[in-house]
């Protein structure tokens, strides 16, 4: 894992947590042992328990699709990781844990505590202007790097907010293909 530049030892920490705890497998193994539940974003949208589309609020383009595969591209990126920066201002740490599964997984495997947990701390440090920020955030694309077609790198600067988010606070992503789907994976 690369370092980082921190600006605290608790935001170090917090940080390299966020990146790693839950594994794409544990992710995968929820939602095929309960595929009748809806995803934790949308139990938490939803007014009501009609799931008629009219009483849904919209979502953001970058939630996922049901059961189809996301696109192997660099648009398909973009909106997985919009999906990611969404859900950590929304506190959906259900979410934020699926996508950033593999990198949780490796942070776990290296003695972190598990992906909910950890988030959870990590939502409590970020400002409230940084969450209203996240939650309508979007890529540049100009601003990421295509290292293969199975792999991105998104920098903390490629980030369009309200809000000034630094290394420190955020930090850089590398998205990987995996499973038919686009994970944050360091």
């Not at 894992?1 to 947590?17: D, F, G, P």
């Not at 139990?43 to 008629?52: D, Q, Y």
């Not at 996240?134 to 309200?162: G, H, N, Y």
Request: proline share 9%.
């Amino acid at each position: 894992m690369r370092a980082r530049t921190m600006v605290s030892v608790a935001v170090s920490a917090c940080v390299a947590l966020v990146v790693c705890a839950c594994g794409p497998e544990k992710a995968k193994e929820d939602t095929d042992a309960k595929p009748s539940q809806p995803s934790a974003s949308v139990r938490a949208e939803e007014p009501s328990a009609t799931p008629s589309a009219s009483a849904r609020p919209e979502k953001p383009s970058a939630e996922p699709t049901g059961d189809q595969p996301a696109p192997r591209t660099k648009e398909g990126a973009i909106q997985r990781y919009e999906q990611y920066l969404h859900a950590l201002g929304r506190a959906d740490i259900d979410t934020v844990c699926e996508v950033a599964g593999p990198a949780a997984k490796k942070a776990q495997d290296q003695g972190l505590g598990p992906c909910t947990s950890t988030y959870a701390v990590v939502v409590q440090m970020i400002s409230p202007a940084q969450k209203k920020a996240l939650q309508t955030a979007t890529v540049d694309p100009q601003r990421i790097a295509v290292r293969t077609p199975d792999k991105i790198e998104m920098p903390v600067e490629a980030v369009r907010a309200s809000a000034a988010f630094s290394e420190s606070d955020l930090g850089s992503y590398t998205l990987e293909y995996l499973k038919n789907e686009w994970y944050i994976t360091d």
